[in-house]
């Protein structure tokens, strides 16, 4: 993709603005992939979804969101960032109201695919554009801050979401968001510059796909790609799936109690992306920092398996799982750092491919283990269903993690690289 920097004289009260309604938007799909965790029991309850219809009903958000993402990367160079993003914000538009109108499993399924078209453009089209229109040493803040203000919308999927569901309905609910999407909508109609013709590259799509091929050939690109597969899976089928229905079946929480302690292990999330974000400078090195991550994450994830919690002692567990898992950011750098300046756009949109495709991976897969294991005989998911889900997030990410050891680390002070 073309991040040709070109500087902008926008006064800083207007970039304010373009920034915070880019950042709304990206908000949006951040609360619809991580909104079924909270309203699962509500959903399988009123519309008789088993487990694996709920794991495929999360999960083709994901799916629907990888698939499309190297046309769309290549949408977005020939005809600009801001078309792009507002044709695709269309259909998050309708995905969301055919969600809140679905009468069976199948129009949720098909409602969550929609959402996940929609939502492909909603990270890499605002990239797009703080790099044409930002001085280039702009571009990693920027970057960092339509992350952390985005993922307001994965704490609104929360308790926020589980106490307007409890008022209003989980339907409700949705339909104010498909408006308050419309809403942002018209904001960066008005807000965000015109796409300039003159941006757009001259490359081919057969060039471009030859870029993607090349892509696929840097040193080390296949072990970090697993452990993006991986990675946010793990936090997408706990967080955003599972860790909800865990503790209603498990542990007897209702709606509001769930929606408070899946809302601690989001923004604990949130505060680790910062904190781990920091971590390779400290280090100096990509690898060490996601080591440790991983390993934290798939002891905590064997401690479920191992060693059955109480209610407080799940409380407190999710914050830690939240806290270890949010060493996104650095496998991320890790990622961008391997591929060379004209392969780099081409480069994060195969590792988001990665991110996206494991999520859809593991939740799908998930939802059919849980149903293997079957129901009590209250209807509840057994705890031995659940067991065997944290069971192989930790065996996936462990895997991944013996083929990521042997990635290069091209961190600028690792002495492994320099050597």
Known sequence: MNFAPKLDTTRSETALFLIAVLAAL????????????????????????????????????????????????????????????????????????????????????????????????????????YARRFPPERFAGLTSLQMGLANIGTLVATAPLAASAATFGWRDSFLAVAVLTVVILVAIVWIVPRDSGSDRPKETWAAAFRGVAAALKVPSFWPVFFMHLTTYGCFASVIGLWGGPWLSDVHGADLGMRGNILLLGATAQICGMFLWGAMDRFWGSYKKPVLIGSTATILLLSVLVLAPLDRTSATLWFPLFGLCVAYTPILTSHGKSLFPATLTGRGITLMNIGTMGGAFLSQSVTGILIDLVGRSEQGLYRPEGYRLVFAALAGWLLLSLVFYVRAIDPHPSSHAYKA
């Open 26 to 129: 990206y908000a949006v799909s951040q609360f619809l992939r991580n909104s079924i965790g909270v309203i699962a029991n509500d959903l399988a309850r009123e519309l008789d979804l088993t487990a694996t219809q709920t794991g495929l009903l999360s999960s083709a958000f994901f799916f629907a969101f990888a698939a499309v993402q190297i046309p769309i990367g290549i949408l977005i160079d020939r005809y600009g960032p801001k078309r792009t993003m507002l044709a695709t914000a269309v259909l998050t538009v309708a995905g969301t109201i055919l969600f809140a109108l679905a009468p069976s499993a199948l129009m949720l399924i098909a409602a969550r695919a929609l959402m996940g078209l929609g939502c492909s453009t909603f990270f890499m089209a605002p990239l797009v554009i």
